[in-house]
């Protein structure tokens, strides 16, 4: 058994219209948070909006965007954490006896950043750039994921395969390991309708397969030119050694101390599957009789490790 805390850092696809405004109206933590970020983005999003502005009121489609809601996810995870540690009278993630946080996909920066490994502005700066350079490679090649529901890894990697076979120059691979019998495959536009097709691999299975609202194929090789921008601005971004176990979503096990590991994990992390299931369970696992937290927005992770683990309870701070 081990006491403390764990926190839990949610990733793209947890954006909706509204997200961190009841924290930045309770909070003055909270809204300095977005305050900053409007400071840092300044200029750069769509029609020259403030972040705040467009998380709190819209429009969804640009919210809804990868290079807005990035950045958006990652503020208000921030901004409901430091909300929470001020309302808890916790100066810091040391005060607060945080022992290990892990984020899906995006919200690994919001957990590198809470640990020290990286300040406020320049994990945003990161997210940000890395929201435009996934949104640009999508543009670039007709791609997609596709949810399979009932599949396990075998069968999952087995509609990819079927799905390529006689088509050489497609992509299609395992992207995210969300929880036991939910797994999303990524690549070419083609290959995912045919994985999806009514008579396709993953009904001849038995599974269904839901072809997935997103810009592109994320975590699949069709992100390797994202992932070499994202590496460069890696490069020259100053990262140390997390002061509490993170766990990195390529391996599912805790960063290293190394930072050129941590720029190394994160850079592949946009071409390799998010092992999410996996590192939800190490955390049950290692961590039995720590709190669990989840940060704004939303309440996906929560509903997930339902299915990985239901002794783990967690605490959302969707909202104050």
Known sequence: MTTGRVILCPGQGAQAVGMGLAWATASPEAKSVFDLADRVLAGQLPGGAPLSRLCFEGPVETLNRTDVAQAAIYTAGIASWRGWLAKSGFGDAHEANVIAAAGLSLGEYTALHLAGSF???????????????????????????VALIGADEAQARQVCQDALAGHPADVLVCANFNAPGQIVISGSKSACERAAAADGPAAKLGLRATLLAVAGAFHSPLMAPAAARLGEALDKTAIHAPRAAVIANVTAQAHEASPASIRRRLAEQLTAPVRWAQSCALLAASHAGAEFHELAPGKTLMGLYRRIDKNVKVTTHDEP
């Open 119 to 145: 300040s406020f502005e320049d994990g945003l700066k990161l997210v940000a750039l890395r929201g435009r350079a996934m949104q640009d490679a999508a543009e670039a090649a007709p791609s997609g994921m």
